[in-house]
Structure formats: C-alpha cells, structure tokens
C-alpha cells in the first residue's frame, strides 16, 4: 500500500460533496423542461416552489466549490486551520424530509397551521448547527505522542481538548486521528463528555503498531452533533506528527547463544600476558586466609605497611561483528509473497537487535559491529550505552531492503577491518542462490533465517 496522504483524499471528498448536489439540481431541472407534462396541471405557486427548491440544491453544491476553489488558490495557508465541515445524519435527512413536506403541504394547502408547525421545526435545525459552530469555534486540540516506540507494544497517546470560552462548556465533542504507514492506515477516536469553560481535558488512546518504521499523525478532526444530533459540524486541524517504531526485541534462545558463543570459542586469539593472569586487572584489596601470595601488589604493600592484594576479574568478552543480507526478492518475481518478505525482513531486524543487545548487557566492554546490506548500507560501531544504542534503533528501523548484491564485498571488508579475535555472524533471509559461500571460513557463521522458524531463535515477551 502506498503512502496514505491525508490532504488529497479529504479535498477529493469535498469535491464530490459539492458536485452530488449540482448533478441533482441539473437532473431535476432536465426532467422539468423535457417532460412537459409532468408540470402541465401545476399552478403558479407549485412552479415556484420546484424552481426555489432547485435553486436551494444546486447552491448547496456551488457554495462548497467556491469555498474550496478560493482555499487552494489563497496564499494565507492559516486559512486551512478554521475549515470546518457538516454532515448531516440519516437522522437529519429524515428531519429534512419531514420539514420539505410540511413545507410543501404549506404552500399548497395555503395552511397557516402547517407553516406554523413548519417554522417551529426548523428552528432546533438551525440552533442545532449554530449550536455545533460556536462550539468548534472555541476548541483548541493538540496531541501528545512519544519520539520512539517499539513494535508490537503498547503505548498511549494523549489529545489534549481546550475550550477557550469564558462562560459554556463543550459538549460531546468527538476527535479523530489519523495514523499513516506504507503498510497500514488506521483510524483513532476520543469522545470528550464535557469540557469547562476555560479549562483543559485529557483522553487518550492505545495503539499497538505492527510494523517499523515512519507513522504520521494527522490531521485530527473534531466533530459534534450537540444537542440533537441533527446536523454534526467538524472541524480540521492540520496538526502533523511523526513516529519511528523500532524493531522489536527479545531474547535468544539458549541453544543459539550457546552455538555463537561455541563458534567464538573456535577461534584463534591472541592475548598479551600481562603475567600469570589471562584476565583484567579489577582492584587492589587487603590480603585475606587463603589468597594466592603470587598475587601480592608488593609496592602497594611496602607503601602500606599491609599486604594488599591484586584481584582481577574473568574476561570472556569477545568481539562480535554481524552481517545482515537484508535480502528482498524485487515485485515482478512470481515466486515472491511480498507479505510473507516483509514479516521475514521484520524478524530478521528483531533478531539482529535482540542478539546485539543481549551481547552489550552481558558484556559492557565487549566491541560490537554491525554491517546491513539491502537497498542501501548501514554501518553500527558500538557498546552498551544509550547514544549508540539510539542510533542503532534508528537506523534498523528506517532502513529498506532490498536484492543485496554486495554482500560478497561487504563480507570481504568485515573480515579485513575486524580483528583476529572477532567472530563474525551473517545473517540472511535469502535462500538461494546464496554469492557468498565462497567466501565462508571458520570465522564465519550463518544463520539462514528463511531455513528457520521464529520459535528456534528468539522468545518474545507475549510468547512466554
């Protein structure tokens, strides 16, 4: 699905608002010239009657159109911000219907009663849509949304309602939102029962979003039919927001860490021996009934005057660099389901993300890198902290795939940048052929994810 742009479908629905009652009014006035006899036994007051009533329908198509001709060709783009709108209800066009024929009857019959009868029903008609004016009139809407959110969770967003009116409240005032993706479009709605004169109410409503990327916000629309609900009146606020969701995490499985952490214990490192000990230099410490005396610091001893202690720390931190073949098949292939790719390409995203940040818990000092490959490249060096992990997660959730063809270039760089100690992880959705199984060594491990299922590798939250 292509990208859902709001503007063009509401001007698009405007127009065809507009010409639905011009088409009535010159259908209506064709029958009255062409057949003749449909009007031949009318008397005066009749023709008059059907020449307003067509003059009314077709005002009520060229008003609209003037009115959106003059806002897409004004240079004052504030002018958008107070579009109000009315839709009437079915409930409305059956009140009309009822007030047309009391009208008619009125002017036929020549009956005071039926005229009578017919003002005093127009009249809530009228202040119903007054009413719903004012009331728009004074709403001030904005919306409170997060920077980031992750897919496949819940989070909330805010819509703030403000009546700006120093004696009436607002009532039964409805906003709608609109939520925009490649993939997805989706509706929201906040229904606000009353709000004070000059006072601010809060609602908000939940969205689980199930795809990464860009979403944009906008515009909200507030609408109400208060107090009859015979005409509703709307009004646009152009307000735009964007969203970047992230790919989302879990936790790998222990049969695959143990398989990575397995395939880096193969390979060869070489360490500088800093003495009897393989591992970091923690702290200094008293000596304490049992410790080995080759670890006495002696300088710190002699500057003590006690036996003080070197303790070091386990390091089996290990470089880990991945290559992700974000591979996806082009649309004119007729074997591709591009539903079935791009859930695939989603997956392989979380998986990358979860095996990364599980690695930077584990091992804070532990230098991680990750190469992508697909419609463009994306290059992450990085630890455990907040700014790195932030552009990881920007990255891996704007990025697109697409055929990879340089994963044998990119696998050669990798291997020449990174060091001897690290291993390194490709992970590909593509099944075949596969380019890079000539350049496959020991310092190399696949993992094909378009040979595996979701439940081999990772164990969401909502799964357990």
């Known amino acids: 699905m292509s990208e859902f742009t709001s503007s063009a479908r509401m001007s698009m629905r405007n127009i065809v608002g507009a010409l639905l009652p011009i088409g009535i009014a010159l259908s209506l006035t064709a ?24 003059i009314l329908i077709g005002l009520a198509g060229v008003l609209p159109l003037f009115k959106i001709y003059s806002f897409k060709h004004s240079r004052l783009p504030g002018l958008m911000v107070t579009q109000h709108r009315m839709f009437i209800p079915l409930e409305g066009w059956i009140y009309l219907g009822i007030l047309i024929t009391l009208f008619t009857g009125s002017m036929l019959t020549r009956q005071n009663t039926l005229l009578m009868v017919f003002a005093l029903m127009a009249g809530p008609f009228v202040i119903n849509g007054w009413m719903t004016f004012g009331m728009l009139q004074s709403a001030i809407v904005q919306r409170q949304i997060p920077r980031r959110a992750m897919q496949g969770e ?48 809060a609602g908000e409503y939940q969205l689980r979003l199930a795809h990464r990327g860009r979403y944009r916000f906008g515009p909200l629309r ?43 214990e193969l390979v060869s490192r070489s360490q500088p021996r800093h003495g009897i000990f393989h591992d970091d230099f923690s702290q200094l410490r008293e000596f304490r ?83 992508v490959t697909g419609a463009e490249r994306f290059q992450w060096n990085g630890r455990k902290n907040a700014e790195t992990l932030e552009s990881l997660f920007d990255g891996l959730a704007s990025i697109n795939p697409g055929p990879a063809t340089d994963i044998d270039s990119i696998l050669q760089e990798t291997l020449q940048s990174s060091s001897a100690a ?7 959705t593509r099944s075949s052929p596969r380019p890079y199984d000539s350049l496959l060594t020991p310092r190399i491990d696949v993992v094909n994810l378009s040979q595996l299922e979701r439940d081999q590798l990772l164990l969401f939250d909502d799964d357990a």
């Not at 049992?290 to 002699?302: E, Q, Y």
């Not at 690290?422 to 590909?428: M, W």
């Open 31 to 54: 029958v009255y010239f062409l057949i003749p006899a449909i009007a031949k036994n009318w008397s005066v007051s009749g023709h008059m009657l059907f020449r307003g009533f067509v």
């Open 154 to 201: 819940l989070f909330s967003v805010e819509i703030q309602l403000r009546n700006s009116r120093p004696l009436f409240s607002l009532w039964m005032m409805s906003i709608r939102d609109e939520i925009a993706h490649a993939q997805e479009f989706l509706n929201a709605n906040v229904l606000f029962s009353r709000v004070s004169p000059r006072k601010t109410a």
């Open 222 to 264: 507030c609408a109400s039919r208060f107090p009859l609900g015979l005409v509703e009146r709307s009004r646009i606020f152009p307000i735009g927001d964007e969203l970047l969701v992230y790919p989302r995490i879990g936790r790998v499985l222990p049969n695959w860490r143990q398989r990575i952490e397995g395939a880096m």
């Open 289 to 371: 009934s049992g410790d080995n005396p080759r670890a006495i610091h002696w300088r710190s001893t002699a500057r003590r005057g006690e036996l003080i202690l070197r303790e070091f720390q386990q390091n089996r931190e290990r470089p880990l660099a991945i290559v992700l073949d974000l591979f996806k098949p082009p649309r004119s292939n007729p074997q591709s389901n591009s539903r079935i790719d791009d859930d695939k390409i989603d997956f392989a995203l979380s998986f990358v993300t979860s095996l990364l940040v599980g690695r930077g818990r584990e091992n804070r000092d532990a230098d991680l890198m990750l190469v």
């Open 422 to 428: 690290a291993q390194i992880l490709l992970v590909t």
